[in-house]
């Protein structure tokens, strides 16, 4: 599937399912400058691209509150036109714009089974 116009992924799974690991390869195939890793301690991590200025990804399992995420400036960052890949969206979801891309993986007999759906 081809989202040319979406920059909103939200990426759901299990710990462990390949949230951080899926978004390394995103980043990949956009070139990015920087190397991928996951954000669990600061939030936030901003990469460079070749063909995107800048890419955000965001670990929110340790937010307590939307409110922390406002304290972060996230609608600043959802609202950048940049792409955003957003782990445990949950715990931030009524700040999430309606139109998104709904990434979700699943472990299944040791396989993993992603699903991708298109939110407007």
């Not at 195939?29 to 800048?54: G, M």
């Not at 993986?105 to 991708?116: A, D, P, Q, Y």
């Amino acid at each position: 599937m081809h989202f040319p116009h979406q920059r909103i992924f939200l990426l759901e799974g299990e710990m462990g399912a390949g949230k951080t690991t899926l978004t390394k390869a995103i980043c990949d195939i956009l070139n990015c400058t920087t190397a991928a890793s996951s954000p669990t301690f600061s939030i936030v991590n901003e990469y460079s691209s070749a063909q995107e200025s800048k890419i955000y990804h965001f670990d929110c399992y340790r937010l307590k509150n939307e409110n922390e995420a406002l304290d972060l400036g996230i609608e600043d960052y959802l609202d950048s036109n940049f792409y955003c890949f957003i782990e445990w969206p949950e715990k931030i979801f009524n700040l999430i714009p309606s139109k998104h891309i709904v990434i979700r993986i699943v472990e299944e007999n040791l396989n993993r089974k992603i699903t991708v759906t298109e939110e407007r």
